[in-house]
């Protein structure tokens, strides 16, 4: 039998079926739209968080801390993060440098002239500079004594002091970029949560009512008012920080930074605690490892410190982990769907039968005038592909329609919630042709067994039947 | 050896404890070109022995030679093609199919056979203009009178040239006018060569046949043609 008259003799018994035809593609209309939606949901999600990921922060860099951090109470085993750790760690093989990242923990207040201003205050190893992936705005990235690298927003915190607020407000209590709620974490790392879905942006924007202004900072020298309280005494203290560079801003938390040498780290909580810190002994705080520039090195260096009992966290390892954790999410809500596609696929299979019963005796006939097995199998088998491809067809329009519906409200809602909406719905190009292939693939299945069925009718007996 | 030469041949149906012998033995030579009718009461075997004949069964003994071919040696695919190439079917009940135009019924075994589109049209429209339905070609089976929808069949019987047609009683469900312009069909065709095998309980289609067979019991019980 040639493939035209095949198609043109399957259009024209679907056609005297039709009724039964659509319902039959409905099931399979639910179940492809079920596919589509749902797969173009988590392809969406996944893509989102990924790219929020990966344009956040180096991915080169790892967060170290040591496990007590995390794991709770008092495990003996927990290493330090001492001097000696760094050199170690130092040695691991694709491991370019290593830095303790300390940040300050104190009160602190920025000045300039009459204006206020904060900043994340950070210490860092100047001889790693180079590899922090600084973008540089202004300046020459060098950190020396009393001398700092700005983050691009520091700048756009400033504002206009009132007598009244500058007396009694302190450094963190505006819930401000410069507050020190995010100590410990990595370099933005406050925003984990914000960055899921876009959503939050990672920072909360200020509320203040007085006039803030972009200030360019570089080169100028700022006063940092710090405060420690001594047995219910409250004591002040100012140092002066010269801005050497600014740099490019790069959309995350650490826009607010403050990275200054440990050197000059130091004596601030030597201050601010009244004694010196005992880094030498009970370790930093947190390490900032910087690996090569490839992701399965990084990958590979944040197994290994892992592997030496500290916790060790990069861009690159979260990225990795949350888009196999989407691919699993995809392929659970693909199989839910592909099972509202297999209960279609038992609708063809009656319908077929019902279509092979009720045609006995014309499937008779065609065996009496020359039709052999595998036209009569063709045929049925050919109209239960087609049910399929109608029914995925239809579900693949209807499903890209609900999900661009799903999409608007979606993008209502994280407009709505102060962060720059994209896409929550990704179709990807795969998935409508996969969709459609699946559906025609049921489809076939289905008519496997009323085609078998029609071949064996024994023409005799057909073309008896009433 | 005849064109069409039947040995031994044997079906039997079995019903529980019953067996029905359909055919017990049938031996028959025919010689191309016939008009051969079967005659005989209800359930003597005269369907059955015209489907063995037809490809459309299997025979419990015995064999089938037609034309050189050892038929009831063929696998499906053989048999279908033997069909598709050698035998052209009537019955009773016409067996047209409701939703197709008289047009698409004629042309239907000929998709089978693989004719292109533009010749089984050709085709098909020479035929049933030849059955004198030259202006019917766009009617359903059911806008037709029972003459009409044989001679629709008649002309799907011939579609592909089979060698042999065959006649399941092709007047049975008609009335004796519309039978008259079958009959007058089928001579025209044994005329042209075609080997003829009816089955009938019509005696005015024995009238014109060349040879009258007459069966009981699954066994040929006469044969005119007997030399
Ligand atoms: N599929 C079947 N199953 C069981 N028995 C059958 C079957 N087909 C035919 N028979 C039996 O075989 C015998 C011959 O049947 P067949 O149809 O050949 O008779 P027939 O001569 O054509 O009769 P009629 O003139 O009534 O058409 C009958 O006794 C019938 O009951
Ligand atoms: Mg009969």
């Known amino acids: 039998m040639r493939l035209l008259d095949l198609v043109t003799l399957v259009l024209s018994n679907l056609n005297r079926m039709r009724g039964r035809v659509v319902m039959t593609a409905m099931g399979v209309v639910i179940g492809t739209s079920a596919i589509v939606v749902l797969i173009a949901l988590s392809t969406g999600l996944k893509q989102q968080t990924v790219d929020n990921f990966s344009s956040f922060g180096t991915l080169n860099q790892i967060t170290v801390f040591s496990r007590s951090r995390f794991g709770g109470s008092s495990d003996e085993d927990t290493v330090s993060l001492t001097p000696e750790i760094i050199k170690e760690i130092s040695q691991i093989e694709g491991v370019v440098a290593v830095t303790p990242y300390e940040q300050f923990s104190g009160q602190t207040t920025l000045r300039l002239n009459r204006m206020q201003g904060f900043g994340s205050l950070y210490g860092i190893d100047p001889s790693v500079v180079p590899y922090m992936g600084f973008e540089l705005a202004e300046g020459d990235a060098l950190l020396s004594r009393n001398t700092v690298i700005i983050g691009a927003s520091v700048g756009d915190g400033f504002s206009e002091v009132t007598t009244s607020t500058r007396s009694t407000s302190g450094g963190g209590d505006r819930g401000g970029p410069g507050g020190n709620r995010n100590g410990g974490m990595p370099p933005g790392g406050g925003g984990i949560e914000g960055m899921l879905f876009g959503m939050g942006g990672g920072r909360s924007e200020e509320e203040s009512t007085e006039e803030e202004s972009t200030l360019d900072l570089y080169g100028r020298t700022l006063l940092l008012d710090m405060t420690r309280s001594n047995d219910g005494e409250t004591d002040t203290r100012t140092v002066r920080l010269r801005v050497g560079s600014v740099l490019e801003s790069t959309g995350g938390n650490e826009d607010y930074n403050i990275y200054m040498s440990m050197g000059d780290l130091e004596s601030l909580v030597t201050w601010s605690n009244g004694k010196r810190p005992t880094w030498n002994s009970s370790g930093y705080t947190q390490l900032l490892v910087i690996a090569e520039q490839d992701a399965q090195i990084t990958l590979d260096v944040t197994k290994e410190i892992t592997d030496r009992g500290f916790n060790a966290m990069s861009t690159t390892s979260v990225v990795e982990s949350l888009s196999s954790t989407f691919s699993l999410i995809q392929a659970v809500l693909g199989g839910i769907a592909s099972i509202a596609l297999l209960v279609a696929a038992i609708g063809i299979a009656n319908t077929m039968v019902m279509a092979v019963l009720e045609r006995t005796r014309e499937i008779g006939l065609m065996k009496a005038i020359g039709a052999r097995n595998r036209d009569i199998l063709s045929v049925f088998i050919t109209e239960a592909t087609a049910i399929g491809l109608l029914g995925g067809l239809m579900g693949v329009l209807i499903g890209a329609g609900v999900a661009q519906i799903v999409d608007l409200f979606a993008a209502g809602y994280l407009s709505s919630s102060g962060s720059e909406a994209s896409s929550v719905v990704v179709i990807p190009l795969w998935l409508p042709v996969f969709a459609i292939g699946f559906s025609m693939f049921i489809g076939m299945a289905a008519g496997i067994y009323p085609a078998f069925r029609a071949v064996q009718l024994d023409p005799v007996n057909a073309l008896k039947y009433e | ?127 049933l203009i030849k059955v004198g339905l030259g202006d019917r070609i766009r009617h359903r089976p059911t806008e037709l009178s029972g003459g009409q929808q044989q001679r629709v069949a008649v002309a799907r019987g011939l579609i592909n040239n089979p060698t042999i047609l065959l006649g399941d009683e092709p007047t049975g469900n008609l009335d004796s006018k519309m039978s008259e312009e079958i009959l007058n069909m089928l001579v025209e065709v044994n005329r042209n060569g075609q080997t003829l095998v009816v089955v009938t309980h019509d005696p005015r289609v024995s009238g014109y046949a060349g040879r009258i067979i007459h069966m009981l019991d699954g066994r040929i019980v006469s044969d005119d043609g007997k030399h």
């Open chain 2, 1 to 127: 050896m005849a064109f069409i030469s039947i040995r031994g041949l044997r079906r039997r149906y079995v019903m529980g404890e019953v067996i029905v012998k359909a055919l017990d033995g049938v031996d028959l030579e025919v010689e191309e070109g016939e008009f051969l009718c079967l005659m005989g009461p209800s359930g003597s075997g005269k369907s059955t022995l015209l489907n063995l004949l037809g490809g459309l069964d299997s025979p419990d003994e015995g064999s089938i030679v037609v034309n050189g071919q050892e038929i009831t040696k063929l696998d499906q695919n053989g048999l279908s093609l033997y069909r598709q190439r050698q035998i052209g079917y009537i019955f009773q009940s016409f067996n047209l199919i409701a939703t197709m135009t008289t047009l698409q019924n004629v042309e239907f075994p000929m998709m089978f056979s693989g004719v292109s589109r533009p010749d089984r049209r050709r085709r098909a429209t020479e035929a």
